[in-house]
């Protein structure tokens, strides 16, 4: 019975495309799998994010040694052709951001497209769709292999089973892959995406949605290059064949922190959009459980599930489906937030175009902080014992804490009262449990959020907010497209500066929000250093 039930699933899904025979192609690809030499920096020795020369714990992922390979390996790829003839490469045009990702396949729910499929390289590989669309050729269990030189229709069906469901925006995506070998083939290159709109919400005669005007579609892995089919070939190219003794750096070096296959901001160019625009941003997680991912967007906001976010959290496999309204001109960073994936360049950045419309606030108020950042001698275990647990454990032999160092000098910021900096803000009940954390900020939409800063350090640190509106002197972050703001990227021992950041609409609760929605702020002059240190 539970049998004839799934056949009976499956019918009335095929139902609309088996009533007055077959159905008709929507579009058509010509697609092919081949072989090419890919530079995860675009051939350059400079960090686009800075426009410095690589330090030398970058250089790890991108420099050519006798040890390392660098930032040029052999990869297959998917690739566009304007006929069956596979003579002429398609133009990627809007889709040039794509990298090393294999061409869009989209349709409309209740379409079909078709895609012609050749294998130009020298070992088996597919191309297969996620279940919930059909496929004629590869169904939902099987993996049929595409041998060398051979050539395969697929024919794909878009049901209702694939397309956004009520409620969701009106388009989605999913991935294509070569499940041959999935592992070595994702790491190889073979991975793509499909984009499925829902019926009613595409342009006339396209599979674009009506109510997006331009899409970025991004992929955030660890490319592991020590897993890809072609390692021993890029052996035999860069290091004469011979696998280095340092397997511990050979194996780092491999470990390419990438988006969409580039490093260091090599996409930031191809990332652009004009004031105003609705831009949808598609983003898949492909690779291991070191794929643990926070994309995360300065100067403007995105939508989430109906939530407004400037950062959300991945795993492997997942997709997520993220909806901005371009309202901050400039060039902003885009990058994953863990802090060992930033410096092994997983980051990039786009650029809004237009002119500026800086937010007035006649809604709201100006709301003052004043904020220094200090050297704080932290105890994280001041009783000298385990809350958790009712002995003092530091007295047994066997303890995990007996040689636990307990006092660290640490940077923290704290809240003073006024702009003479002498009189730190009281303490409350609902305070203490803030811990390390600096102090909290508050306020309505509308309002204009204004900190006074003040660095006692001896090192030059910033705040960076998320989630708020902020031109870039009050961005807090130095990058390429910073340098002459740097007063408020790196505020310098001894200075001052006062951030203003404005609390557009976008940066309140969504819809599925709660009535209050938490953003962080931090030190973003060296990030990870600071943000370990305690700002």
């Not at 495309?17 to 400079?46: S, V």
């Not at 892995?221 to 860069?238: C, H, M, R, T």
């Not at 950062?311 to 371009?326: D, L, R, T, Y």
């Not at 408020?488 to 557009?504: D, I, L, M």
Request: net charge negative; glycine share 8%; aromatic share 10%.
């Amino acid at each position: 019975m539970q049998e004839l039930k799934v056949l009976l699933a499956a019918a009335v899904l095929l139902l609309p495309f088996l009533q007055g025979g077959e159905a008709k192609i929507a579009r058509t690809y010509y697609i092919q799998a081949e072989k090419i030499l890919w530079n995860y920096t675009a051939g350059t020795d400079i960090n686009a994010c800075q426009n410095t020369e690589y330090t030398e714990e970058e250089n790890v992922f991108v420099k050519h040694t006798e040890g390392t390979i660098g930032s040029s390996f052999y990869k297959a790829v998917y690739r566009e052709y304007t006929d069956n003839t596979f003579q002429t490469r398609k133009v990627r045009n809007e889709w040039a951001h794509l990298g090393i990702l294999g061409p869009v396949i989209r349709g409309v729910e209740g379409e079909q497209v078709k895609i012609v499929f050749r294998n130009k390289l020298d070992f088996d590989v597919n191309l297969r769709c996620n279940s919930a669309i059909v496929s004629s050729v590869d169904p939902p269990g099987s993996n049929i292999p595409v041998t060398p030189n051979s050539v395969t229709n697929y024919v794909w069906t878009f049901t209702s089973a694939s397309a956004p469901a009520a409620g969701d925006d009106s388009s989605t995506m999913y991935v294509y892959r070569s499940f041959i070998d999935s592992t070595a083939h994702d790491y190889s290159g073979l991975v793509g995406p499909i984009l499925v709109t829902k019926a009613g919400k595409a342009r006339s005669g396209s599979a674009v949605p009506t109510d997006v005007d331009r899409e970025f579609v991004q992929m955030f892995s660890v490319i592991n290059e020590g897993a890809s089919v072609f390692l021993q070939d890029n052996i035999d190219k860069y290091l004469n064949g011979t696998t280095p003794s340092d397997a511990d750096t050979f194996d780092e070096s491999n470990l390419k922190h990438a988006i969409n296959g580039l490093l260091y901001c090599y996409q930031s160019n191809l990332l652009t959009m004009r004031i105003g625009e609705r831009v949808r941003w598609y983003v898949m997680d492909i690779g291991s459980e070191v794929d643990l991912h926070t994309p995360h967007w300065h100067g403007n906001v995105v939508t989430v599930r109906k939530q407004n976010r400037d950062e959300f959290k991945m795993e492997p496999g997942s997709v997520v489906v993220a909806n901005m309204k371009a309202d901050s001109v400039g060039t902003w960073l885009f990058h994953c937030h863990v802090n060992d994936h930033i410096s092994a360049g997983m980051i990039t950045s786009f650029t809004v175009t237009g002119a500026s419309k800086t937010p007035t606030t006649t809604r709201g108020t100006t709301v003052n902080y004043y904020i220094a950042a200090e050297e704080v001698m932290w105890n994280f275990l001041p009783d000298g014992k385990s809350s958790c647990l009712s002995a003092q454990v530091l007295d047994e032999p066997a303890s995990p804490f007996e040689n636990l160092t307990q006092t660290y000098k640490k940077a923290l910021y704290i809240c003073y009262t006024d702009s003479s900096f002498t009189r730190k803000c009281p303490g409350t009940a609902a305070t203490e449990h803030l811990g390390m954390l600096g102090p909290v900020l508050r306020a309505n939409v509308g309002d204009t959020i204004q900190v006074n800063f003040y660095n006692k350090l001896t090192h030059p640190v910033s705040l960076h907010p998320h989630g708020v509106f902020y031109n870039k002197t009050s961005e807090g972050a130095p990058y390429f497209d910073n340098r002459a703001s740097m007063a408020g990227s790196a505020v310098e021992p001894g200075q001052k500066h006062t951030y203003r950041w404005f609390v557009r609409d976008e940066a309140g609760p969504g819809p599925h929000d709660g009535n209050t929605i938490l953003w962080m702020y931090h030190s973003h002059t060296d990030e990870i250093a600071d943000t370990n240190a305690g700002v």
